[in-house]
């Protein structure tokens, strides 16, 4: 917290103080956890393994060339920025185990990138305990919208599938759609979204498929819906299990449209489908990741770049860098003095965050940045184009 000096005497003092006892000065900011004057630590907790391992990956990957690029330009107020990241397997008992850890035992100041509904439905009240930030988690839950230290930077998962109704409705006039859904926080959530647009136009789902986390055995899913012989299909899960509904669904001679959420893990959805995945669309909350016309595109790609040679572009690792991007904002407003309240003060009272052309909007009733949803769809080689409007389904 900046402090402005009262008359020159007390500027005087204050200068006298700063050069006489600079070690007080460290010792006051080593008495905020993960804070000192020669860096913030940051934890992350998310899936590095199992069937959403890419999408840990990718947030982790995204934050750290974000540090990477604040540190080589010499850290914010001279601090560099730091994560250490565990592993939960996209289970949330042990997201609960590694937020513990990460707050008593490696002592970081605040959370960034976590990865999931389940997982930080778990985690959030650790933190809230605590008092200790959760920043830009990968989910677009709508419990998380409420909390005191949560910040949001995506859109919502319900703003994603009023899109997605929309676009199937209007664009193609399709009236009969399925939900399939991962059996747990997240695929509720999705499903109360889907059940809200659905409630808005005065429709029915045609039929709901549920399935197991953490598996891909989709099978039953795939018969639930198929009974009601749909015309499109929602589908709110990680994408080896959605790659595998996609691929089954194809297989057995149903092809509707499918339609997905941002938190599938895009890229790795399209390797998973290969030619299978023609005619997909997924609904994103990051602008698209190659754009040529987008600055703050070419700003992560530059960093990607910078800190990993060679990884590709992809739109979780996007969003991980303007994760990571927010957080180098947040602590240069916060000045040379931080702690978490201070933090998460300057972000709530930041009105309008501009992220070289990606804005960004919180207010202290408004804890969620952007409210951007994008269209994009796979194409016959497998790669991402955006879209303006849905188009009849592509045969693969």
């Known amino acids: 917290m900046r402090v402005r000096a009262q008359g020159a005497l007390a500027a005087s003092a204050c200068a006298v103080i700063a050069v006489l006892a600079p ?38 990957l995204g934050i750290q060339a974000a540090f990477k690029e604040a540190n080589d330009a010499g850290g914010v107020h001279g601090r560099r920025l730091e994560l250490v990241t565990v592993d939960d397997g996209y289970e949330p008992e042990d997201a609960i185990r590694n937020t513990r850890r990460l707050i008593e035992d490696e002592g970081v100041f605040a959370l960034v990138g976590g990865v999931g509904t389940p997982t930080s439905r778990s985690a959030v009240p650790v933190a809230e305990e605590a008092g200790v930030p959760y920043i830009a988690p990968f989910t677009g839950a709508g419990f998380l919208r409420g909390e005191p230290h949560v910040v949001n930077l995506r859109a919502s998962y319900a703003q994603e ?8 409705t209007r664009d193609l006039g399709v009236e009969r759609i399925a939900v399939v859904i991962q059996d747990d926080s997240f695929g509720r959530a999705g499903l109360a979204g889907v059940r809200a647009a659905f409630d808005r136009r005065g429709m029915e789902p045609v039929g709901i498929g549920v399935y197991p986390r953490n598996t891909t055995a989709v099978k039953t899913a795939i018969v639930d819906i198929a009974a009601g012989n749909p015309e499109a299909v929602i589908v709110v899960g990680a994408y080896q299990p959605v790659a595998s509904l996609i691929a089954w669904t194809r297989h057995i001679g149903l092809d509707p449209v499918f339609m997905t959420l941002s938190f599938v893990g895009s890229n790795a959805l399209a390797e998973e489908l290969g030619p299978r995945g023609a005619g997909v669309y997924v609904t994103q909350v990051v602008p698209f990741p190659t754009g040529r016309s987008s600055r703050v595109a070419a ?27 927010l957080v180098s904002e947040a602590l240069e407003r916060c000045g040379s003095s931080v702690d978490r309240e201070r933090f998460i003060e300057v972000l709530r009272s930041a009105g309008s965050i501009d992220l070289d052309g990606f804005r960004l909007v919180f207010g202290a009733e408004d804890n969620q940045g952007s409210d951007a949803v994008f269209l994009t769809v796979i194409d016959e080689r497998g790669n991402y184009r955006s879209a303006t409007r849905l188009e009849a389904p592509a045969k693969p």
């Open 23 to 60: 070690a007080a000065a460290g010792a006051q900011a080593d008495e905020v956890p993960g804070v000192s004057p020669e860096r913030v630590l940051f934890g992350q907790s998310a899936a590095f393994s199992g069937p959403a391992a890419e999408l840990g990956r990718g947030m982790r």
């Open 161 to 168: 599938t009023e899109e997605m109704v929309q676009r199937l």
């Open 299 to 325: 700003a992560y790609r530059s960093a990607l770049r910078a800190h990993t040679p060679g990884a590709e572009p992809g739109f979780v690792s996007f969003e991980g860098y303007l994760a990571g991007r």
